[in-house]
């Protein structure tokens, strides 16, 4: 009986440690969520509206360039896939990967294409090593703080191998991106954006008759106004999207780890209910010993 006291004694002192640890990793989620949530509410606007301009410039211009042209047969496809550098979130990693699966399932089996992925995060990269998968490239160690010049580093090594001729120096005909999309801290839904060739969003549907037409003029030329947004606009999308994971991740790990909290109180009360009966039990048990051994005593005199 007091080995089972003991035990039950051990358990709550472990259990009561491992509570203090996800309670300090709650707490730290908490408060990095917020600068989190803060960074893709002040980097979304600027991410739609150069979207928005480059697609403009392309549609007004009739400009051939090679970011904004359909190519006519798609052969390679590449997909940027957005995880975590650390566990302990949740299923976070594991809903983006999952996404990742179907839309490669997607390109493979049902258009025939070719995928090269590209892996930033951790978790992606350990998913992939794991299953002895190739793949293009690796980026880690930025997941909750994401930073521009990583996006600026992705942006330009997806940009080379997208100007590569496919059929030669293995280069990809179009670029997708699978992340976490950021919708409230209950809520974060993975997503696929086809980020290359660049789709129009502008001039696609008929003007209303009172609408006033932009009117563009080009300075030096198309080619080079397009050489040097497309840059800026493949850097933002992309930075905007580690910023949209990390509050994600971040979101996803606070309630994880609150999850993690609570049970641990519960299991500290049910380990301290145990071992209370057990206590009780022994002193019922040593009760009953003496009074059994005074009974002894008095019959035998």
């Known amino acids: 009986m007091g080995a089972q006291i003991r035990e039950y004694r051990q358990r709550i ?23 989190a949530q803060q960074a893709v509410r002040e980097s979304s606007p600027y991410a739609r509206a150069i979207t928005r301009a480059v697609s403009a410039v392309a549609t007004f211009s009739h400009e051939d360039h090679p970011l904004t042209s359909e ?21 976070y990693s594991s809903s983006v990967l999952k996404e990742s699966e179907r839309l490669v399932a ?20 350990g998913f992939y090593k ?7 490239a690796e980026w880690t160690g930025d997941s909750e703080k994401p930073k521009f010049e990583r996006a600026r580093e ?39 954006i086809r980020l290359l060739p660049l ?13 006033v037409l932009p009117l563009y003029a080009f300075e030096p030329s198309v080619e080079e106004v397009l050489d040097a947004l497309l840059p800026k606009y493949v850097t933002s999308r992309i930075f ?9 991740e971040l979101a996803a790990r606070q309630r994880a780890m609150k999850s993690a909290t609570d049970n641990a109180e519960e299991l500290i009360k049910k380990y301290t209910r145990l071992a209370n009966q057990a206590r009780q039990a022994e002193i019922t048990q040593e009760i009953s010993e003496i009074v059994g051994g005074a009974s002894a005593l008095a019959e035998s005199k």
Do not use: W
């Open 130 to 136: 794991f299953r002895q998968r190739p793949y293009a």
């Open 13 to 35: 002192r472990s259990v009561s440690a491992t509570k203090k640890i996800t309670r300090a990793m709650e707490l730290m989620a908490a408060s990095r969520v917020v600068r």
């Open 71 to 91: 190519k006519a047969e798609v052969k390679r496809a590449g997909v940027l896939i957005i995880t975590s550098d650390r566990g302990l979130a949740g299923a």
């Open 240 to 248: 905007n999207c580690m910023l949209q994971s990390a509050a994600s």
């Open 106 to 125: 997607r390109l493979r089996e049902e258009e025939g294409k070719e995928v090269v992925p590209y892996l930033l995060g951790r978790k992606a990269v």
């Open 199 to 211: 789709e129009v969003v502008e001039g696609t549907e008929a003007p209303e008759p009172e609408d």
């Open 154 to 192: 992705i942006g330009a090594r997806i940009v080379e191998d997208f100007l590569k001729d496919t059929e030669n120096d293995g280069g990809i005909d179009e670029i997708h991106i699978v992340f976490t999309r950021f919708v409230t801290m209950v809520t974060q839904e993975p997503e696929v």
